[in-house]
């Protein structure tokens, strides 16, 4: 696969963002694309890396760098099945959701209610 070359350019009103992906060294054509078709972009490439992902072992989070977004809107919802629906609103990929198995709720429960006991002295930064 050859590389290429991708950028990205939101306008100075911030109402349109213009993407350029073209081999290295040859020609582009740019596209313009508004917040709702920049959403939908967002969401086909991440679709796209879920199937590329399919079948592979997933990895563990501990330890590994994470983009971290400072109090998103959230949401929270008991699923049917005995989990929960945990959304919320990153500002880099638009509205994100999990179902989380009733087993896992209660780990996660069990993590904060720790990390509430902590004295704020020490409680740790987000990685």
Known sequence: MAEARVG????????????????VGGPSSPVG????????LINL???ARSRMLEGTP????HG???ETTIEPPWY??????????????HPSYGPVAFEIPRDDVAKI???LSAHLALLP?????PN
Do not use: C, H, M, Y
Request: charged share 30%; proline share 4%; aromatic share 2%.
């Open 8 to 23: 990205i350019r939101v306008a100075d009103d911030r109402q349109s963002v213009t993407i350029e992906i073209a081999p």
């Open 33 to 40: 694309l508004d917040l709702e078709q920049l959403t939908k």
């Open 45 to 47: 490439l991440g679709q």
């Open 58 to 61: 997933k990895r563990p989070l």
């Open 64 to 66: 590994r760098r994470v």
């Open 76 to 89: 929270i919802k008991a699923t049917n099945n005995g989990g929960s629906l945990l959304a919320f609103d």
């Open 109 to 111: 429960v069990q993590a």
């Open 121 to 125: 002295s020490q409680r740790g930064k």
